[in-house]
């Protein structure tokens, strides 16, 4: 009885500070705070029992809201934790599959959220397991739930986390043979194929787009039909190569701000003119390599577990220039510009503003962040999936200004001008940094700017 009972006050002071943990990375940041919190949860998930314990924690404590931030955590808590071993490998995929179907009280309040927290730690784990311990962690009875979850929940987030679930579990062979005998292609062709005429909401838009593009994504490249040829036009009838997307530069100071500027109703006036079109896309050669990029290269996601960047095809070297990006997700995301210069390191988790050869902006947090410090920066609000962000560059005043939905953030020059025009030379590229499970379209100038 006595043991009993320290087995269960064990139990309830883990799930405590794994909480405390947890709740106290939300309001940090100081770096090496951070790294201090991580480090707990880290430390928490040294047993198999407290692995699990912190797993079935996670389940009831992220949020839709929430995951913007809170996945990039777990996915380096587990990481970074240790391997549990294969018994405890299946007493977690019963617990998860147990959070999906609570009984009582607890199945009328969480049953929505839990399936989707479920699917995001299911994919966070079979990459991290990818081989027999992903077979082990995959039962007939996780595939059904995710493919289920798929055909038949109407949240678009739960479906999004199990379509990448089944990618990451399909890393491991044994685990892919068994998707591709159930009907996962038609369940795709169903996902790509909803429509968002008529609807309005942003929030409801953008959920359904990053559902449409993970299904469009995975049936090109993960679960594609080998025994037919490949097709030369994607799900929406688009051919490959027929969008001719440029950067569109402003010829003087008045036509760059007539551009730009918000007009007394709130909108803007696309009225630059472009002296030069250039076709630029999102550069898969200048890119660290777990991006998803639509066939337009237009579209990135990063459904990876470290932060990913990114350069487009062209750089500039003076004048005033414009682009623009529409948020599908409003996780932490660090979009402007940097030199070829500017180093991406996905593992240290160093990107965009993380030294002296880029800038940007992330929204999520409210900072502008150049040399790897930040400084407040933006409004009181965090951005919003659907909100349009305007990156302004005047090189030769060696400025920068950044609009969201139409509006000036205001004017920034935080750089030491003589450097600035000496990395100006070697060219600044619009540039872009996201953690897990973010997804933007990016808008050079080939349509007019909103």
Same mark, same amino acid.
């Given at each position: 009885?006595?043991?009993?009972?320290?087995?269960?006050?064990?139990?309830?002071?883990?799930?405590?500070?794994?909480?405390?943990?947890?709740?106290?990375?939300?309001?940090?940041?100081?770096?090496?705070?951070?790294?201090?919190?991580?480090?707990?949860?880290?430390?928490?998930?040294?047993?198999?029992?407290?692995?699990?314990?912190?797993?079935?924690?996670?389940?009831?404590?992220?949020?839709?809201?929430?995951?913007?931030?809170?996945? +990039?955590?777990?996915?380096?808590?587990?990481? $970074?934790?240790?391997? +549990?071993?294969?018994?405890?490998?299946?007493?977690?995929?019963?617990?998860?599959?147990?959070?999906?179907? +609570?009984?009582?009280?607890?199945?009328?309040?969480?049953?929505?959220?839990?399936?989707?927290?479920?699917?995001?730690?299911?994919?966070?784990?079979?990459?991290?397991?990818?081989?027999? $311990?992903?077979?082990?962690?995959?039962?007939?009875?996780?595939?059904?739930?995710? #493919?289920?979850?798929?055909?038949?929940?109407?949240? $678009?987030?739960? /479906?999004?986390?199990?379509?990448? &679930?089944?990618?990451?579990?399909?890393?491991?062979?044994?685990?892919? =043979?068994?998707?591709?005998?159930? !009907?996962?292609?038609?369940?795709?062709?169903?996902?790509?194929?909803?429509?968002?005429?008529?609807?309005?909401?942003?929030?409801?838009?953008?959920?359904?787009?990053?559902?449409?593009?993970?299904?469009?994504?995975? #049936?090109?490249?993960?679960?594609?039909?080998?025994? /037919?040829? !490949?097709?030369?036009?994607?799900?929406?009838?688009?051919?490959?190569?027929? %969008?001719? !997307?440029?950067?569109?530069?402003?010829?003087?100071?008045?036509?760059?701000?007539?551009?730009?500027?918000?007009?007394?109703?709130?909108? /803007?006036?696309?009225?630059?003119?472009?002296?030069?079109?250039?076709?630029?896309?999102?550069?898969?050669?200048? &890119?660290?390599?777990?991006?998803?990029?639509?066939?337009?290269?237009?579209?990135?996601?990063?459904? *990876?577990?470290?932060?990913?960047?990114?350069? &487009?095809? @062209?750089?500039?070297?003076?004048?005033?220039?414009?682009?623009?990006?529409?948020?599908?997700?409003?996780?932490?995301? %660090?979009?402007?510009?940097?030199?070829?210069?500017?180093?991406?390191?996905?593992?240290?988790?160093?990107?965009?503003?993380?030294?002296?050869? *880029?800038?940007?902006?992330?929204?999520?947090?409210?900072?502008?962040?150049?040399?790897?410090?930040?400084?407040?920066?933006?409004?009181?609000?965090?951005?919003?999936?659907?909100?349009?962000?305007?990156?302004?560059?005047?090189?030769?005043?060696?400025?920068?200004?950044?609009? $969201?939905? *139409?509006?000036?953030?205001?004017?920034?020059? +935080?750089?030491? @001008?003589?450097?600035? =025009? &000496?990395?100006?030379?070697?060219?600044?590229?619009?540039?872009?940094?996201?953690?897990?499970?973010?997804?933007?379209?990016?808008?050079? *100038?080939?349509?007019?700017?909103?």
């Amino acid at each position: 009885m006595n043991k009993m009972a320290a087995r269960l006050l064990e139990r309830v002071f883990v799930k405590v500070h794994i909480r405390a943990a947890w709740n106290k990375l939300h309001n940090i940041t100081e770096h090496g705070e951070l790294s201090s919190a991580l480090e707990s949860l880290i430390h928490l998930t040294a047993t198999d029992s407290s692995y699990c314990e912190l797993l079935g924690v996670m389940v009831d404590m992220i949020t839709t809201d929430s995951l913007g931030i809170a996945a +990039p955590f777990l996915c380096h808590i587990i990481d $970074m934790a240790a391997l +549990p071993s294969q018994q405890t490998t299946r007493r977690m995929s019963q617990q998860l599959l147990s959070k999906c179907d +609570p009984v009582g009280l607890a199945r009328l309040r969480s049953k929505k959220k839990n399936k989707t927290a479920a699917a995001l730690i299911w994919s966070m784990l079979a990459n991290r397991l990818a081989g027999e $311990m992903s077979a082990t962690l995959f039962s007939d009875a996780v595939c059904e739930c995710l #493919l289920n979850n798929i055909e038949n929940d109407p949240d $678009m987030t739960c /479906k999004v986390f199990s379509i990448i &679930a089944l990618e990451k579990f399909s890393l491991t062979g044994l685990c892919k =043979a068994r998707i591709m005998q159930t !009907p996962i292609r038609r369940l795709l062709r169903d996902t790509a194929n909803m429509s968002i005429y008529g609807l309005t909401d942003k929030e409801e838009i953008a959920g359904i787009l990053q559902a449409k593009f993970c299904a469009e994504w995975s #049936l090109r490249n993960i679960f594609r039909d080998i025994t /037919k040829e !490949p097709k030369e036009t994607s799900l929406d009838g688009s051919q490959l190569g027929d %969008q001719s !997307p440029s950067i569109s530069q402003t010829e003087n100071d008045m036509s760059a701000r007539e551009s730009l500027s918000p007009t007394e109703g709130g909108s /803007k006036r696309v009225s630059g003119s472009r002296s030069c079109n250039v076709k630029v896309i999102l550069n898969t050669l200048d &890119a660290t390599r777990h991006w998803k990029i639509s066939e337009d290269g237009l579209t990135i996601r990063n459904d *990876g577990s470290t932060f990913e960047s990114i350069r &487009a095809t @062209k750089s500039v070297t003076c004048g005033k220039w414009f682009y623009e990006v529409t948020l599908i997700t409003a996780g932490i995301m %660090q979009l402007g510009w940097a030199t070829s210069h500017c180093q991406f390191s996905p593992e240290d988790g160093t990107g965009i503003g993380d030294d002296v050869f *880029g800038f940007a902006y992330d929204g999520s947090r409210n900072l502008i962040w150049s040399s790897g410090d930040s400084e407040p920066y933006g409004e009181s609000e965090a951005w919003r999936p659907g909100d349009i962000l305007g990156f302004y560059l005047d090189i030769d005043n060696a400025i920068m200004e950044c609009f $969201m939905n *139409g509006r000036s953030l205001g004017p920034i020059t +935080p750089f030491d @001008k003589d450097h600035f =025009a &000496a990395q100006a030379t070697s060219g600044y590229f619009p540039a872009f940094s996201f953690t897990s499970f973010q997804q933007a379209t990016f808008n050079f *100038g080939a349509s007019e700017f909103k």
